[in-house]
């Protein structure tokens, strides 16, 4: 299971989520034994085939050592890696995935040239290192003077990298799915009330801006093939003329608009890549 710390405003959205996919794979015939990311630290994991929804740097390390001596791990722990922010952004800007122009910068820097240069006006700032644990570690930033005083914070707070996005205007979407299956959900947050830490209040109610969805979904299983992220979801943006560029990548979010729906789906992609690693 996911530790708390990692799970904010949605500890128990995370805890369903995960023992409702643990049920359907019991139905299946499968025998699931769960532990909370702390025992799985502390003991030797006899089982051949971790599920897990991990955050810990420990518990990724332990994942990444299990997967390298032949475990199946899902979602694989340099998944999980990949997802953090400076990772995210190099991997999808590199490969060409819609993703909004970025600076990945030393938070002792004075970003405000290079900001001015790259018309950066409005920005986030997301640390660069790992995945949020407080509000404080996605902060929206209205000017540049403003961006480099939250950067010097993200300094103090001993957080050495970040990444600075450019602020999209547009509807603001969120995604959840999964590798392979026919399951794929989008809403939007900001209308429908769901939020972890109030950001969506910046971009506000959606225009229902149109957008090709299948292009879309296309590019996130993209993002998740290349991420080697199996159970994901994110967010996104629609531009005004229907582009939508993924602003964030996740690593087995809560679900838990669709989570009744979503289960049944993930214990197929587990039960699937089981037979397609019991067959190599």
Same mark, same amino acid.
């Given at each position: 299971?996911? =530790? ?10 995370? %805890?369903?989520? $995960?023992?409702?996919? %643990? ?11 769960? &532990? ?5 630290? =502390? ?17 990724? %390390? ?6 390298? @001596? ?5 979602? !694989? ?20 995935? /819609?993703? /909004? ?18 018309? $950066?006006?409005?920005? *986030? ?16 930033? @209205? ?17 050495? @990298? ?20 026919? $399951?794929?959900? *989008?809403?939007? /947050? $900001?209308?429908?009330?769901? !939020?972890? &830490? ?23 299983? @993209? ?28 690593? *087995? ?8 729906? %979503? ?13 397609? *690693?019991?067959?190599?």
């Amino acid at each position: 299971m996911r =530790a708390g710390a990692y799970s904010p405003n949605h500890i128990g959205n995370d %805890a369903a989520i $995960f023992n409702a996919v %643990a049920d359907q794979l019991r139905k299946r015939g499968c025998e699931v034994k769960i &532990y909370s990311e702390e025992q799985f630290q =502390a003991e030797d994991i006899r089982e051949e085939i971790i599920l897990n929804m991990c955050r810990e740097q420990a518990s990724i %390390a332990k994942l990444q050592q299990l997967e390298d @001596r032949g475990r199946l791990v899902i979602n !694989s722990g340099y998944g999980i890696e990949n997802c953090t922010r400076e990772r995210m952004t190099r991997m999808l800007l590199g490969n060409g995935i /819609p993703y /909004p122009d970025s600076l990945i910068v030393n938070t002792n820097e004075d970003v405000r040239p290079e900001l001015e240069k790259s018309g $950066f006006a409005s920005c *986030w700032i997301k640390r660069g290192d790992f995945h949020a644990m407080h509000k404080e570690d996605v902060s929206y930033c @209205r000017h540049i003077e403003e961006a480099q005083d939250v950067l010097h914070e993200y300094f103090y707070r001993g957080i050495k @990298r970040a990444v600075i996005n450019r602020h999209l205007v547009g509807d603001l979407i969120k995604f959840y799915a999964v590798q392979g299956q026919p $399951f794929f959900y *989008w809403f939007y /947050p $900001f209308d429908e009330g769901h !939020s972890k &830490y109030g950001l969506e209040a910046i971009n506000g109610k959606s225009h229902g801006i149109h957008f090709d969805i299948d292009a879309f979904r296309q590019n996130c299983d @993209r993002a998740s093939e290349l991420m080697d992220v199996k159970i994901y979801g994110g967010d996104a943006i629609v531009d005004n003329d229907g582009t939508v560029r993924i602003i964030d990548f996740n690593d *087995w979010p809560s679900f838990a608009p669709c989570r009744a729906e %979503a289960a049944p789906w993930i214990a197929k992609c587990v039960l699937s890549s089981i037979k397609e *690693w019991k067959n190599k």
